[in-house]
């Protein structure tokens, strides 16, 4: 656990991690999504020095609660997530594409 995490984050992480180790999910993803929720909630309260749009604009961990599962709405990642790996590929133009197309240029769709 990073040096920044305040104790309660830390009580956080344990949780989450228990709670999907219990859920059938393995020790990595367990601990994969332990970091990334807590990491979320670091960024959406400011007190992460780097944080992506997605992070920050989005509903909390806690707030979407299964939300997006089961739904019949088309299933991946959102078009900011696309946008940001676009970017880290330094893919031209893709601000001005939309989710479809972002797919496309990353090979996704």
């Known amino acids: 656990m990073p040096k920044e ?3 309660k984050q830390e009580r956080q992480y344990e949780h989450i991690k228990d709670s999907e180790q219990d859920q059938g999910a393995s020790a990595k993803r367990a ?3 332990a970091a990334r929720t807590v ?3 670091r960024a959406q309260s400011g007190q992460s020095k780097t944080a992506s749009r997605s992070s920050v604009q989005d509903k909390s961990p806690q ?3 299964g939300q997006r599962s089961g739904t ?3 299933k ?3 078009r900011d ?3 940001n790996e676009a970017k880290k590929r330094n893919i031209d133009g893709r ?3 939309n989710k479809s197309q972002l797919a496309k240029a990353l090979g996704k769709g």
């Open 95 to 97: 601000s001005k594409m």
């Open 5 to 7: 995490w305040t104790a």
């Open 72 to 74: 019949n709405r088309p």
């Open 76 to 78: 991946g990642p959102t």
């Open 81 to 83: 997530q696309l946008y």
């Open 31 to 33: 601990k994969e999504i």
């Open 63 to 65: 707030q979407r609660g």
């Open 39 to 41: 990491n979320k909630n």
